[in-house]
């Protein structure tokens, strides 16, 4: 792992983008003597490790004494894409304006995604563990459908936050039986691309004796500030 560049911000929190082979990423960590726990972040379906509401999440978390990394996974961000990627979102952006089904053309779009990065999320998380300034458990927010593939190979994930936003591939939907892990999920329930049901059924579906189903009125980007603060002290229960 290669530290590019680094900032203080003015919470205190530093923030450092780093390349650990052909992965860019970035790291936030708050101002501490001991290593702190750390929290994994990810966009839904690709969005880059730079999207405002993202690194926003990042850095107040980081500010409330977790370590936060959020990387550019195959495919994501800024990292080259693949020309049969590039056409399922060219047929997606078409059938959404035509009105038509989108279902198939997201499963030839996002299961591939997750499928690339899972490993390299396990390949960054080898690599921050053994940093001085991140220790475990470690936690998981952010996009549901790598998340649910993370928590159910990844021993080391601790606990989960997810967004249930963000279109879940029906390999995905299975795994979630497996995912055992504290589940802390926010539904957004006016939220115009997720139908509700479907929502509704995969936190039934996922296997963790402790889950928590937090329902908020408004659309796919109207998840309430407040809803970061709870998510710090579910982590807090779990990872501290």
């Avoid at 779009?109 to 390949?123: I, S, Y």
């Amino acid at each position: 792992m290669h530290f590019t560049s680094e900032r203080r911000l003015d919470d205190g929190v530093l923030e450092r983008e780093f390349i650990l082979g052909e992965i860019p990423g970035t790291l936030w960590t708050p101002e501490s003597a001991t290593p702190a726990p750390l929290i994994l972040m990810a966009h839904n379906n690709g969005l880059p490790k730079s999207e405002p509401r993202l690194v926003a999440r990042a850095r107040r978390t980081a500010a409330y004494g977790y370590a936060v990394a959020s990387i550019d996974a195959t495919g994501c961000g800024d990292r080259p894409r693949s020309a049969a990627g590039e056409q399922a979102r060219a047929d997606l952006r078409r059938a959404m304006q035509a009105g038509e089904p989108v279902d198939e053309i997201f499963e030839s779009f996002v299961g591939p995604l997750v499928e690339n990065a899972v490993p390299e999320w396990r390949t960054t998380l080898d690599a921050l563990l053994a940093l001085p300034e991140t220790g475990g458990p470690v936690g998981y927010s952010g996009w549901t459908a790598v998340g649910i593939r993370l928590a159910a190979v990844e021993p080391r994930i601790a606990a989960a936050g997810l967004f249930a936003g963000g279109y879940v591939p029906r390999a995905q939907r299975e795994e979630a039986r497996q995912v055992t892990v504290p589940l802390l999920f926010l539904l957004q329930w006016d939220d115009e691309g997720n139908p509700r049901q479907r929502a509704l059924d995969l936190f039934d579906a996922f296997g963790s004796k402790e889950k928590t189903l937090h329902a908020n009125l408004g659309g796919h980007t109207g998840t309430p500030w407040f809803e970061l603060e709870d998510g710090n002290r579910f982590f807090a229960r779990h990872l501290r």
